[in-house]
């Protein structure tokens, strides 16, 4: 089945610095999505992708649609304690129902 | 507009017992979509109910069920429990049955299995 390799696991910084991180599969998706989940809840979209090559902002996050439509990035700017939490990313197919996810990054900003 | 919500928030069972989890979905959604979060994972699609019939289902077994009902709202029920069934499950509502980024997920159910 379809999976997505989402690296690194885990990232530990300090305030104000610049975060990346990425996600890779052997599959093509036509829809690549960044979420962030705070514990306790679920889930929360943070920027959709829909077109190869699409670079999309949304605040001091940025996030990119790799050309071959199999990776993904997410860059964080400036992190702030509140960016904590764990962050996945999730590829859609063009006939599909269901959202494969990966297997998140947690991040720690140290004030 | 309300969100997501679910019911119960935590519950605790032992193995070869029965659960049903319940979910309201976002206001103006038809669309109702179930995943399994273990610990450490990310979510794992069940399936997908869209105008009361299943709409996709995951690599789960058959002891994985689900219902939507008239007002959109949906059960997820799991018979015979096992242990590996101990997750957070999410509940996902969108507005229609076509396109599926605009996600919106509630809190989730923390069940354990014991």
């Known amino acids: 089945g379809q999976q997505l390799n989402q690296s690194p696991q885990s990232m530990f910084i300090q305030e104000g610095e610049d975060v990346s991180m990425n996600c890779t599969s052997s599959?093509?998706?036509?829809?690549w999505l960044w979420y962030k989940q705070d514990p306790g809840e679920g889930p929360v979209l943070l920027i959709a992708?829909?077109?190869?090559?699409e670079l999309t902002s949304n605040g001091r996050l940025t996030a990119q649609f790799g050309i071959t439509r199999k990776d993904s990035f997410l860059n964080i700017s400036a992190s702030i304690p509140s960016d904590v939490g764990i962050y996945f990313c999730a590829g859609l197919t063009t006939s599909g129902s269901r959202l494969t996810f990966g297997e998140g990054t947690q991040l720690t900003v140290n004030p | 507009e309300t969100g997501v919500t679910q019911s119960p928030t935590h519950l605790i069972k032992t193995r070869g017992q029965q659960v049903t989890l319940r979910c309201s979905s976002q206001s103006g959604h038809n669309t109702v979509s179930w995943y399994q979060q273990a610990l450490g994972q990310g979510p794992q699609f069940i399936f997908q109910?869209?105008?009361?019939?299943?709409?996709g289902r995951g690599n789960f077994p058959p002891r994985f069920s689900g219902l939507q009902f008239p007002n959109y709202s949906s059960e997820l029920n799991v018979n015979a429990l096992e242990l590996d069934d101990s997750a957070l499950y999410l509940c996902?509502?969108?507005?229609?049955?076509?396109?599926?980024?605009?996600?919106?997920f509630g809190s989730g159910t923390q069940l354990s299995v014991l």
């Open positions: 992708l829909y077109k190869a090559g």
């Open positions: 109910y869209y105008r009361e019939e299943e709409n």
């Open positions: 996902a509502s969108s507005p229609s049955g076509a396109t599926n980024e605009k996600l919106f």
């Open positions: 599959s093509i998706f036509n829809t």
